[in-house]
């Protein structure tokens, strides 16, 4: 909890209290200054916490912190892979936050010190805060797989970030021979989107059906379960037959050791090489979620599931999929319902209220072909210290309806990235 309201600071005399309370909330002279509120990450979870503070409370000081000058969507990104869309139709900018009279500063977030209660910058500044959001995403965990590095990400393109990766990955299907087969390396749970990676082998193939009919896609997948199976298992044998194999890792799917040098797969019995190999490797929190000292052995943020308030720091809140957030999948829609709940929770702390007890939402679309839709919708809730899905609310598209029906998904689908995205930059 803040040590101070703004109405706990306008009774005890404001400017009175400002010198000597270096790094307390309200430190302003003259009159109380506005709560500050920073946000480190301005992807999905980052930039709707951002402005749903802003929109709750005009009167807070909102700071979002993101290295890059544009963002780029990873759902959808997919589509880029089949050549149905651009990168450009997924690239924002943070001028619509600007706008909304949020300053928004491009840099890097190196140090948190949850104490003084700063935010330390790449450009050696410090950013001073009552409440902080961390909402970075993931990182890979290179050293969870023997041979495994970031140099891959050159040669053996994760896409789980997209933006460059996706392109070098969309050139190197164009660059591969008919007749070839890609493979995709899906990590162990938990993992952002999910779905992702069934969809991706679809939109593979939806390339390959166009230009190299004779090419294949492999998943060697380190899971035994899929995401919405009966789902892709039915549309890939409608409209790629024959094209896609999912190997589990009940079948020898699982990755074990990487040798770079040779571009070959190890899996228990088995070995695999490819002219494309999508390898996205294990995850964890950002970087800046370690060092802040807010993740768990899992290497994931615990939170109090009513508010997203870390457990390992008072005033800092961390969303999206660095979060460990129990039932709730690692997807954009997750991280956006966590940020209108942690903005609302920030809020009633600044102005001394209690915080609402919120329900959660996630909705992930898959785009399996530009008329060929379908989805996975579900409701959370905090249930004692993790968050829950309310049983009975996680609900899967049904497999027996007519065309018309995935069509309508298809639509559906990019309705809701075209809502997300206005949601989360303008
Ligand atoms: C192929 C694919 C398809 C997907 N499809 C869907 C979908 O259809 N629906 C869905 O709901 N989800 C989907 N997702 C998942 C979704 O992209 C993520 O769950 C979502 O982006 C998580 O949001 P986030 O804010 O936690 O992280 P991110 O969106 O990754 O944002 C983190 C931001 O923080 C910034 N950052 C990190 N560290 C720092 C630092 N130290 N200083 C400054 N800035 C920093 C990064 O630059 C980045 O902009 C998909 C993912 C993939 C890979």
């Not at 101070?4 to 309200?26: N, V």
Request: glycine share 8%; proline share 6%.
């Amino acid at each position: 909890m803040l040590n101070w309201t703004r109405r706990d600071f306008i009774k005890a005399g404001g400017a009175s209290l400002a010198s000597g309370l270096a790094g307390a909330p309200f430190v302003a002279s003259g009159a109380a200054r506005k709560a500050r509120v920073v946000v480190i990450g301005g992807g999905y979870g980052g930039a709707i916490a951002a402005k749903y503070v802003k929109r709750l409370d005009p009167q807070i000081d909102v700071t979002l912190v993101e290295r890059n000058k544009h963002y780029v969507s990873c759902p959808f990104s997919n589509e880029v892979l089949s050549g149905e869309r651009d990168i450009e139709s997924l690239t924002f900018d943070y001028q619509g936050l600007a706008a909304r009279d949020i300053r928004v500063i491009h840099d890097e977030a190196t140090a948190v010190d949850p104490v003084r209660k700063t935010v330390s910058l790449k450009n050696g500044k410090a950013l001073e805060y009552d409440r902080l959001v961390v909402s970075p995403g993931i990182q890979f965990n290179w050293k969870a797989i023997e041979g495994c590095g970031p140099e891959m990400e050159k040669t053996m393109p994760h896409a789980w970030k997209a933006g460059e990766q996706t392109l070098l990955l969309r050139k190197q299907l164009e660059a591969m021979k008919d007749g070839g087969t890609a493979i995709i390396v899906v990590p162990p749970a938990p993992f952002r989107c999910p779905p992702g990676p069934y969809e991706r082998a679809a939109q593979m193939c939806a390339y390959f059906k166009h230009h190299k009919p004779k090419s294949r896609v492999l998943i060697l997948d380190a899971n035994t379960a899929m995401s919405k199976r009966p789902l892709f298992e039915q549309a890939w044998a409608a409209l790629y037959p024959g094209m896609i194999t999912w190997t589990p890792a009940s079948n020898s799917g699982k990755v074990l050791r990487v040798d770079q040098s040779k571009r070959t797969l190890v899996t228990e019995f088995d070995s695999y090489t490819s002219d494309v190999i999508n390898f996205i490797a294990p995850h964890k929190a950002g970087q800046i979620a370690h060092i802040a000292g807010l993740t768990d052995a899992a290497g994931w943020c615990p939170v109090d599931p009513f508010t997203m308030e870390s457990t390992k720091h008072k005033a800092i809140h961390v969303i999206g999929d660095a979060s460990a957030a129990g039932d709730m999948p690692k997807s954009a829609h997750s991280a956006g319902s966590q940020a209108k709940a942690t903005a609302a929770a920030i809020v009633a702390a600044i102005n001394g209220q209690t915080a609402p007890n919120p329900y959660y939402v996630n909705t992930c679309y898959s785009l399996v072909a530009p008329d060929w839709g379908f989805s996975v919708a579900g409701l959370y809730k905090a249930d004692g210290d993790k968050i829950a899905a309310i049983p009975g609310s996680v609900v899967i598209s049904p497999t027996d309806v007519a065309p018309f029906t995935r069509k309508e998904e298809a639509a559906f689908g990019l309705s809701w990235l075209a809502n997300i995205t206005a949601e989360a930059f303008s």
